[in-house]
């Protein structure tokens, strides 16, 4: 009888399986991990929020970038207030980036979506052109700047022997102030353009296709099913671009300053941060301040991104 009832206790013994052994960490294996947060923890506190936190509390002080922290003079809100009140260049400054900022909203993010649309459709030669659109992407805005004065000078330039302007007649597209804006806006798009292309294009191949098939069984055309199906599942991409734009206006500083340094008629946030900063007259207070601004107006846009997109990953 003993024997007949340890065989049901056997058999479910035998039925579990053997318990594992917690996997330590040997002390190589905990030096490597700590190595691979620690040096990404240190880079990003020393080039990202020691820079951030410093402009912030120098925001605060007058000082010419010379000597040490004891001669740093605290002085409380006067750089912003001689920053909105005493310094011309400034809100024509602010200007120059939104309308800087609505340009590219309004003419290469509609025409990138566009070319987005078209190369998706698979046309003969699609690979071409969609190289041919990235090209400039890839340059620096200084060399986007240099290529385009063969465009736009006022002796040599192609869009005046285009226009078959002669003499008195010739305009200087870099150097008059009423125009050189828009000139330098045009530039800019001409390489924006096939950032947004490209970020768009992503976004249409991730499209499931089976949503288009529905739409157009259910009798909605190209375009409506586009804008009411295509368009709305591209939220993420959307947002992207977005906060891309804004980024963009507010660090355009590279092609401005090659034309003309951010004078006569291009005055950004940017050039003028430049000019107070590691210019002539340095007062790193002074251009905390504006560096600030700049900076609270991209963390407005950066985190609605935030907010997206962890909402879309909790979706």
Same mark, same amino acid.
């Given at each position: 009888?003993?024997?007949?009832?340890?065989?049901?206790?056997?058999?479910?013994?035998?039925?579990?399986?053997?318990?594992?052994?917690?996997?330590?960490?040997?002390?190589?294996?905990?030096?490597?991990?700590?190595?691979?947060?620690?040096?990404?923890?240190?880079?990003?506190?020393?080039?990202?929020?020691?820079?951030?936190?410093?402009? !912030?509390? @120098? /925001?605060? =002080?007058?000082?010419?970038?010379?000597?040490?922290?004891?001669?740093?003079?605290?002085? $409380? &809100?006067? %750089?912003?207030?001689?920053?909105?009140?005493?310094?011309?260049?400034?809100?024509?400054?602010?200007?120059?980036?939104?309308?800087?900022?609505?340009?590219?909203?309004?003419?290469?993010?509609?025409?990138?979506?566009?070319?987005?649309?078209?190369?998706?459709?698979?046309?003969?030669?699609?690979?071409?052109?969609?190289?041919?659109?990235?090209?400039? !992407?890839? @340059? /620096?805005? =200084?060399?986007?700047?240099?290529?385009?004065?063969?465009?736009?000078?006022?002796?040599? $330039? &192609?869009? %005046?022997?285009?226009?078959?302007?002669?003499?008195?007649?010739?305009?200087?597209?870099?150097?008059?102030?009423?125009?050189?804006?828009?000139?330098?806006?045009?530039?800019?798009?001409?390489?924006?353009?096939?950032?947004?292309?490209?970020?768009?294009?992503?976004?249409?191949?991730?499209?499931?296709?089976?949503?288009?098939?529905?739409?157009?069984?259910?009798?909605?055309?190209? =375009?409506?099913?586009?804008?009411?199906?295509?368009?709305?599942?591209?939220?993420?991409?959307?947002?992207?671009?977005?906060?891309?734009?804004?980024?963009?206006?507010?660090?355009?500083?590279?092609?401005?300053?090659?034309?003309?340094?951010?004078?006569?008629?291009?005055?950004?946030?940017?050039?003028?941060?430049?000019?107070?900063?590691?210019?002539?007259?340095?007062?790193?207070?002074?251009?905390?301040?504006?560096?600030?601004?700049?900076?609270?107006?991209?963390?407005?846009?950066?985190?609605?991104?935030?907010?997206?997109?962890?909402?879309?990953?909790?979706?």
């Amino acid at each position: 009888m003993t024997v007949t009832q340890d065989k049901p206790a056997e058999r479910r013994a035998a039925r579990r399986p053997p318990r594992r052994r917690g996997h330590r960490l040997t002390g190589r294996d905990r030096a490597v991990v700590t190595a691979m947060v620690a040096v990404p923890a240190l880079f990003v506190v020393l080039l990202v929020w020691f820079p951030a936190i410093a402009s !912030v509390l @120098l /925001s605060f =002080a007058s000082w010419s970038g010379f000597g040490g922290i004891e001669d740093i003079e605290w002085i $409380g &809100l006067e %750089n912003y207030e001689n920053l909105t009140t005493n310094y011309p260049p400034f809100w024509p400054a602010i200007r120059h980036n939104l309308l800087w900022l609505a340009f590219l909203f309004l003419v290469p993010t509609p025409l990138g979506l566009l070319l987005a649309v078209l190369l998706d459709k698979e046309i003969r030669g699609t690979r071409f052109y969609q190289t041919a659109l990235y090209l400039p !992407v890839v @340059l /620096s805005l =200084a060399l986007v700047g240099f290529i385009w004065q063969l465009v736009y000078s006022r002796d040599q $330039g &192609l869009l %005046n022997a285009v226009l078959g302007l002669e003499g008195e007649a010739r305009i200087d597209w870099y150097g008059d102030p009423e125009i050189n804006l828009w000139a330098v806006l045009v530039a800019t798009a001409w390489r924006h353009t096939g950032y947004v292309m490209l970020l768009y294009l992503a976004g249409l191949k991730g499209v499931d296709r089976s949503l288009r098939e529905a739409a157009s069984v259910d009798g909605a055309n190209q =375009a409506q099913t586009f804008f009411r199906v295509v368009f709305p599942v591209m939220r993420p991409i959307n947002v992207i671009v977005l906060v891309i734009v804004v980024i963009e206006s507010l660090r355009a500083f590279d092609l401005v300053w090659v034309v003309n340094r951010g004078t006569n008629g291009l005055e950004i946030m940017a050039a003028l941060l430049t000019q107070n900063v590691v210019g002539e007259a340095s007062r790193i207070g002074f251009g905390s301040a504006m560096a600030v601004i700049m900076l609270l107006i991209s963390s407005v846009f950066i985190t609605v991104y935030l907010r997206v997109m962890f909402k879309e990953e909790k979706r």
